[in-house]
């Protein structure tokens, strides 16, 4: 369909380009009779009355009288009596406009699209100034505004002169917007109109064309309703939506959002919105009601001038706030709604624990995210078994969205509990306990190492080429002294500053202890004190008797002892030892005795605890295997299983069944042995699962003896009962029956009992 916009239409001397006319009230008919030709009544005529009672309370009863020409059906006839209803309430407007040359686009009959900026009161049509094809972006001869929601379409005009609708894929600037397709042939200045979500399409039916003597086209055109049809056949029914943005009726408020805050022991919600329009003398009126659905009741009501309410002395609850806009005429536009909860918060959902070096990291998460809530975290070393003492033996370490423990105390291998709840300005929710570890990453632990090392001045020095022609600027003090009793070198240095002092103090000793046993003894300490505090690092390497056995020592004195090779300016640690912990890369053991073996994934890909329990996410075994009891998931046996004990089974597929053969019993009395007797059979409900009883097919007949003057027969007759219940009782004389069946045994419904009785006479 053909869109015209402001753009196209020639104005008159009042600058006016659309002008609008509307039917009379009197038009609008809300009752019809209609005349038609009924075979019913002797193809005499008969009058059918249709109504519309939704009309007739608006408008009042204003009746029609018509004949349906060539009508023999009356529900033809009522058919065209809506028609005519529906065609007066929905189609009310005439469009006249005049046009140049684009006048010869349509022709009487065709719909057409009215994209009318005044009538809208938001811009809808107009002509493209510029088009980038490679970003399908448009650039428009006017400012337009795109809808928060829903989906937009703009109509254009292709190379073949025909209208093509596309949708709208971005709104990069006020007066461009960017398609979904470009349509080819389309070319600058061409009209385009806007088809917004918030608006009804404006359809016209063309019912003339008139050529003026200046070489423009008159149009006249009635308002067209696609839906009519649907409406009149099939009973629909359409909310109606307005072409326009021009109303008296005030529009819904937007952007409604309630603060909930905490003064003197009482809850506030401090509600604010606005308004997409001005609108002159409005008002608001304001609903409040706690609970929802039949539960539901109110706690206030508020009519207020101003885009902001607050609602004090509210007790815990859920809250629904219902705002709309009034007009001074006391019309009420649509309503908005809000929810909001005045409640202690909901647990945490799940708690998220990352490791780290040294480090765990918490971070909690709610079912429904609320940006009121944040959270409350402790921290123990030991798990707590009961949650009402986590106050008492945790340590609180803060409030926020998530949190961060690290720190040497923090060591790999080890389990560490967190313990976070939720709290808000109404309360505090339960605790959710969370465990982790840090990090079992080695490697990654050495690099963390080397990079910390790198920095000490120690390292710097080792690492750094002895040059012999440089000497200290500074030593504040070096004493050697020599005794008789014991041989002895102690060479000191020390400076102090302010609150602290360091000093380096060398010992190389030769003594002798009371057995006349030498000793030789060689220390190198660091000690640094600050606010009081010392710390010490050493080195001692020495040789005595030890039960009348020379023993060598070397011993190391630190918070932290790395080695490094320096093989091509290599930095990385070979290990590290910190914390009661040694972290190395590769080792090589020809014996290996642990009371546990963790490895270093997270959570662990294989395990060995002090217990005996073995852990291994994927094992692949050649060997034997000796389990005394265990579960097996998703296994496939490839060959042959022998099964010694008892096989219990809750789901097995194939074919799988027990059979139980059973042979009645015969009357010995019977010349030829007749069945005769009762079989039992009993099924025990023992089993987890449901199971069926199939019972084969049993045939039994009777037989014919003839005689000369008339014939004998011979009878057998089959009865079965189901825990005392006839099922079955059929009696065959020359013929042959045949009893099947097929009994469903839920588990858990006891135990059932079969009886086949047969008798032959």
């Known amino acids: 369909m053909w869109p015209y916009t402001n753009s196209d239409v020639v104005v008159d001397d009042n600058g006016v380009g659309f002008r609008y006319s509307f039917s009379a009230l009197k038009d609008r008919h809300t009752a019809v009779e209609v005349n038609y ?88 049509g107009g002509r493209v100034l510029s088009i980038d094809a490679a970003s399908r972006t448009l650039t428009l001869d006017r400012e337009v505004t795109l809808p928060e929601t829903g989906a937009a379409t703009v109509n254009l005009i292709n190379g073949s002169g025909k209208p093509v609708s596309v949708a709208i894929t971005a709104h990069p600037a006020p007066d461009r917007i960017q398609v979904s397709t470009l349509p080819d042939g389309v070319e600058t200045y061409g009209v385009w109109g806007l088809s917004l979500p918030s608006l009804r399409r404006r359809l016209f039916r063309c019912v003339s064309i008139r050529e003026n003597t200046d070489g423009t086209f008159a149009i006249t055109a009635v308002q067209h309703v696609p839906e009519k049809e649907a409406i009149v056949d099939n009973g629909a029914r359409f909310e109606p939506q307005s072409g326009t943005l021009n109303s008296v009726i005030p529009p819904a408020v937007q952007h409604l959002t309630v603060e909930v805050s905490a003064a003197d022991g009482q809850y506030l919600a401090q509600a604010k919105w606005d308004t997409p329009r001005v609108v002159k003398g409005v008002r608001f009126s304001l609903r409040l009601t706690s609970g929802s659905g039949e539960g539901s009741r109110l706690v206030t009501t508020a009519i207020t001038a101003d885009t902001e309410h607050r609602s004090s002395g509210l007790p815990p609850g859920e809250y629904t706030l219902t705002v709309r806009a009034i007009n001074s005429y006391g019309q009420q536009g649509e309503p908005a709604t809000t929810t909001f909860r005045i409640n202690a918060p909901a647990v945490p959902a799940t708690i998220e624990l990352t490791p780290g070096y040294f480090q765990i990291t918490a971070v909690p998460r709610l079912a429904v995210y609320d940006p009121t809530v944040q959270f409350e975290f402790w921290f123990s070393e030991t798990k707590i078994a009961d949650t009402s003492q986590v106050e008492t033996s945790a340590r609180y370490l803060g409030t926020g969205s998530q949190w961060s423990v690290s720190g040497p105390h923090i060591k790999p291998g080890k389990d560490f509990w967190f313990y976070v709840r939720s709290v808000n300005l109404v309360g505090k929710s339960a605790f959710v306990e969370a465990s982790g570890r840090a990090s079992n990453d080695a490697e990654g632990y050495l690099g963390l190492f080397r990079e910390k090392i790198g920095k000490l001045h120690l390292a710097q020095g080792l690492w750094e080429l002895i040059d012999n022609s440089q000497l200290a600027d500074e030593m504040a003090e070096m004493k050697t002294s020599i005794t008789e009793t014991r041989n002895e070198i102690t060479q000191t240095v020390s400076k102090t500053l302010e609150d602290q002092s360091a000093i380096i103090q060398q010992i190389q000793r030769v003594q002798k202890d009371t057995n006349d046993d030498l000793a030789a003894l060689y220390m190198l300490k660091v000690q640094k004190t600050k606010n009081g505090i010392p710390y010490v690092a050493g080195i001692g390497a020495g040789i005595e008797d030890t039960d009348g056995q020379p023993l060598s020592n070397i011993l190391l ?37 642990a009371v546990s073996i963790t490895s270093s994934a997270n959570p662990p890909t294989f395990s060995l605890t002090p217990e005996g329990r073995l852990t291994a996410r994927n094992a692949d075994i050649s060997g034997n295997v000796n389990a005394n009891s265990g579960t097996l998931n998703n296994v496939t046996i490839n060959e042959n299983c ?14 799988l069944v027990k059979t139980v053969g059973k042979a009645f019993p015969r009357d010995s009395r019977a010349p030829e042995r007749w069945p005769s007797g009762t079989i039992t059979v009993r099924v025990y409900d023992d089993q987890p699962f449901d199971r069926q009883i199939v019972i084969p097919a049993v045939a039994f007949s009777g037989a014919k003896h003839e005689r000369e003057h008339t014939d004998i027969y011979s009878s057998c007759r089959l009865i079965v009962r189901k825990n005392g219940a006839e099922i079955y009782n059929r009696t065959a004389l020359d013929n042959t029956l045949i009893y099947s069946g097929v009994i469903d045994m839920p588990a858990g419904h006891g135990h059932m009992t079969l009886e086949f009785s047969v008798s032959a006479w």
């Open 642 to 655: 022998r099964v010694l004990g008892k096989l219990s089974a809750n789901q097995i597929e194939g074919d």
């Open 37 to 124: 030709t009924d075979p019913q009544n002797g193809w005499q005529t008969s009058t059918e009355l249709v109504e519309d009672p939704e009309a007739i309370l608006r408008y009042g009863r204003n009746l029609l009288k018509m004949d349906a020409f060539g009508c023999t059906s009356r529900g033809q006839a009522h058919r065209a009596g809506l028609w005519v209803i529906k065609t007066g309430l929905l189609e009310t407007q005439t469009v006249d406009f005049t046009l140049g040359s684009q006048g010869l686009r349509h022709t009487p009959g065709d719909i057409i699209e009215i994209c009318d900026n005044d009538y809208a009161g938001t811009m809808t």
């Open 557 to 593: 004195l630190a918070d932290r002892i790395a080695m490094i090779n320096p093989e091509d300016g290599n930095t990385t640690p070979l290990f590290v030892a910190q914390g009661n912990q040694l972290f190395m890369n590769d080792v090589f053991l020809k014996r290996l005795f």
